[in-house]
């Protein structure tokens, strides 16, 4: 492939501050220094940028903490976007948002170019579990907990697969489901004559949210951590 495309499928920056790296003699490859933003480079080639190695990533995965009042889209005509809190650096990977939260709600969002991955994880036979921190206007009780292990009947009919509700204090408590239907924690204490008033997902697969990050705020992942 191109050194420019290259380097910039390793998230080195923008094409045209890579091109004008690369003008300047910032690369090599194979220890010779490479002017040629058009040179053809193989992921087995010994490349630098900027004295760095680098280590060509066709894949990105970010663990954003997503704020209250952006959407879970690529983009929207009206809306403010979750991928327009992504540096321009990763423009050009064609990245979308792993599933979605609702506009209101916060927390761990995985955002990725990793068609495969993204699949198998939303797929309902994945049963990936996400976990959701949450406040609610009423008391949550046990009987709430019950209800939620035997699974609840929502809007419209369906009845949720068993949950598990680990209630915190008399107004909040950790949920954790192995679906995702369309305003399922909602609906879930709805059906139970309660409203959320707050909800933040702290958990998607194995990943958990980095405490760390503030709303808004996305790192890549680390090595070790993955849905998976």
Known sequence: MRLDKFLADSALGSRSEIKNVI???????????????????????SVTYMGQPVFYTPFIYLMMNKPSGVISATE?????????????????YDLFPVGRLDIDTVGLLLISNDGEMAHKA??????????Y???????????????????VYIAGGTKTLPAE?????????NLTI?????????LMFESRGNKVTYLKRIRFG???LDESLK???????????SVF
Do not use: M, W
């Not at 009423?138 to 699974?151: L, N, S, V």
């Open 23 to 45: 003008k300047k003699g910032g690369v090599t490859v194979n220890s010779a220094v490479i002017k040629d933003s058009a040179f053809k480079v193989t992921e087995n080639d």
């Open 76 to 92: 929207d005509k009206t809306k403010k976007t979750v991928l327009s809190l992504i540096d321009k650096k990763y423009a050009h």
């Open 122 to 131: 939303l797929s309902p036979k994945s049963h990936v579990e996400k976990t």
């Open 133 to 151: 921190y949450v406040e609610t206007e009423k008391e949550i009780t046990e009987e709430d907990r019950t209800a939620f292990t035997e699974g």
């Open 165 to 173: 509700l680990n209630i915190l204090s008399s107004k909040s408590a």
């Open 178 to 186: 192995c679906e995702g239907k369309f305003h399922q924690v909602k």
């Open 206 to 208: 194995n990943l958990t």
């Open 215 to 225: 709303e808004g705020e996305y790192r890549p992942l680390k090595p070790d951590e």
